[in-house]
């Protein structure tokens, strides 16, 4: 895995037959090819699930926080923050 701290890193992708450019860091790059890889489908298509999940939120993120968003919530440390829901919103998080 990529040092922690570094700056985002740009790369195409392809959504709906649209490419986009999402910005994130080494690491969270890192953990959505191990998310693709798990998950047996290439990384243009767990892309399109987020974004597709995204969309229908009702105050839908930006694609790249949702992505880091996703990757947190599949984290092992989600079932002790309360899974999907933990930290995320509203007035949850860090206390």
Known sequence: MAAPYH???KRS???????????LEPVFWDLLVAAAGAEGVP???LVSRIDAERIVAPRP??????IRCWLVAR????E?????????GG???VQ
């Open 80 to 88: 002790l923050r309360g899974g999907e829901d933990g930290g995320g």
């Open 43 to 45: 990384i243009n298509a």
């Open 75 to 78: 984290s092992p440390s989600a």
């Open 7 to 9: 700056p985002p890193v």
């Open 13 to 23: 992708v392809e959504i709906a037959g649209h490419k986009t450019s999402i910005s």
């Open 61 to 66: 993120p930006g694609l790249a926080g949702a």
């Open 91 to 93: 007035g949850g998080g």
